[in-house]
């Protein structure tokens, strides 16, 4: 029983030191989002209470983006 014990207590401290809060894990997914990316736009008029407004055509337009962690509160 004592050794039952023992290793119940070694498997709980191992499992304790690898395992990541919920919130440790949330920050590194967004820091994962850091760095360059190419975005496109689609633009398109979907509806209008006036009912003289004349829709304009679709507009496709894009841009490069950066994403920079400014602040971490670890």
Same mark, same amino acid.
């Given at each position: 029983?004592?050794? *039952?014990?023992?290793?119940?207590?070694?498997? *709980?401290?191992? !499992?304790?030191?690898? /395992?990541?809060? =919920?919130? %440790?894990? %949330? @920050?590194? /997914?967004?820091? /994962? *989002?850091?760095?360059?990316? =190419?975005?496109?736009?689609?633009?398109?008029?979907?509806? !209008?209470? #006036? %009912? #003289?407004? =004349?829709?304009?055509? @679709?507009?496709?337009?894009?841009?490069?983006?950066?994403?920079?962690?400014?602040? %971490?509160?670890?």
């Amino acid at each position: 029983m004592k050794n *039952l014990n023992l290793l119940f207590v070694l498997l *709980l401290f191992a !499992s304790s030191i690898n /395992a990541q809060t =919920k919130l %440790d894990q %949330d @920050r590194e /997914a967004i820091k /994962a *989002l850091a760095g360059f990316y =190419k975005v496109t736009f689609n633009y398109a008029e979907t509806f !209008s209470p #006036d %009912d #003289d407004y =004349k829709f304009h055509e @679709r507009h496709r337009s894009s841009a490069k983006e950066i994403a920079i962690i400014l602040e %971490d509160f670890s």
